[in-house]
């Protein structure tokens, strides 16, 4: 964005990050590679959980903090509230003796948008915030994918130096050579300055989001670095792989503890940073009883190699906001894999826990009948038959019965014989009275009672 301040044209670089829970590396990432944190709060739901968790990010990166409280045009806005629930994490604005600067904006109705770009700039001229346009270039890749027509896009954050078409650049462990450069309106630019967003093209792989990249002069040089941090990246996935390999002896105790159940993904998403939250999200699911295996996560659409994949593991396909490579909805049919997209993270959380959940053996709950009150005893042969009045519920032939006497339990079994009226019946409900015999039970006292239930399969859900 474009500012007019004191006849001179300033840019401004807004990097935006989700609020919800998931995307807290996100957040983490963008509070790192900015120069003024702003922190957007809504007049009329006060300071959330992500808020707090922002506050302490912009912190640990040593940030200025700038508050935009929003919706202030909302009739039930309550910025003063706001300012007093931000005073207990050390944030007080200015009016009320503080150093905070704190502005109340309408996004919607576009109010005191312009004061809140005077104050960023104000800012950025007290923090001195400065850089050097004549050095090569450095900075963040702020987000990556893989574009079907394009091929591997990544944008870069440019923190220092500037950043030109040709130039010969390593990002994390990608080495790639400047394509073209692709501003924030579409057009093609030559050259990214400080501070400068800008999308790249000419990458040979997908870098992850929140790598820096560093441009130089020497294309050797580069290709030796991206070469190094390859294979350093190639090892410590062995390693992870090793500490997670099963033996003999931990299959040994997965056996006496149960089945070792497991569920197998593949995930492909828009960009890098779904995959990071995503993934990130799921391994906060409890996985003591079923283990999640994540065979690929990558951005970019789904493509029948995935699908080949998910066939051969017995794994579901999970797209976020992705779509499906021609024949790739062809193969999933055809090979019979679940191919499962999604645009809310929410759902798909939801999803996958109730996948996992399913997997469980269910378990077996009582569920209580009624209640019977023994009032009379009779002989029969070698055997006792209870004359009994239901009080509660009803007593069911074949049902499970538990024998009170006070307060102990003198027997547990199945109920053989009821009657009524010396008719055999399935069952017998309150207010009725009724005979009851138990093959192995004959010590039948007056004011025993009889507590009937059955024993039901109940779905289990995932414990922590």
Known sequence: MDVEQGGQRQQIVFLDTPGHEAFTAMRARGAKVTDVAILVVAAD?????????????????????????????????????????????????????????????????????????????????????????????????????????????????????????????????????????????????????????????????????????EVFPDERQARTLADQRLSEQRQLRLQTMGSRRVTLGTLSEKAQEGDLKELNLVLKADVQGSVEAILSSLKQLPQNEVQLRILLSAPG??????????????????????????????????????????????????????????????????????????????????GMVAGCYVQSGKLQRNCHVRIRRGRDIVHQGILDSLKRMKDDVKEVATGFECGVSLDRFHTWQIGDLIEAYKMVSKRRTLSV
Do not use: C
């Open 301 to 382: 659409e789904i493509t029948e190699n995935d699908v080949s994949l998910a066939a051969a593991s017995d794994a579901v396909v999970l797209g976020f906001n992705s779509s499906l490579a021609p024949g790739a909805r062809q193969a999933a049919d055809n090979l019979g894999v679940d191919v499962r997209d999604y645009n809310i993270i929410y759902k798909l959380l939801e999803d996958v826990q109730g996948a996992m959940e399913g997997l469980l053996d269910p378990e077996m709950v009582e569920e209580h009948l009624g209640q019977a009150e023994v009032r009379a005893t009779f002989p029969i042969g070698k």
């Open 45 to 213: 739901d006060g300071v959330q959980p992500q808020t707090i968790e922002a506050i302490s990010h912009a912190r640990a990166a040593k940030v200025p903090i700038i508050v935009a409280i929003n919706k202030v045009d909302k009739l039930d806005s309550q910025p003063d509230r706001i300012r007093q629930e931000l005073t207990e994490f050390g944030l007080v604005a200015e009016e009320w003796g503080g150093d905070t600067i704190m502005v109340p904006v309408s996004a919607l109705k576009g109010t005191n948008l312009d004061l809140l770009l005077e104050m960023i700039l104000l800012v950025s001229e007290v923090e001195d915030l400065q850089a050097n346009p004549d050095r090569p270039a450095r900075g963040t890749v702020i987000e990556a994918h893989l574009d079907k027509a394009r091929g591997p896009v990544a944008t870069f954050l440019v923190q220092n130096g500037s950043l030109r078409v040709g130039d010969v650049f390593v990002a994390g462990a990608v080495l790639g050579r400047v394509r073209a450069l692709i501003d924030d309106r579409g057009d093609r630019v030559d050259v990214a300055g400080p501070s400068f967003a800008v999308e790249v093209l000419g990458l040979s792989d997908v870098p992850a989001a929140g790598d820096e990249f």
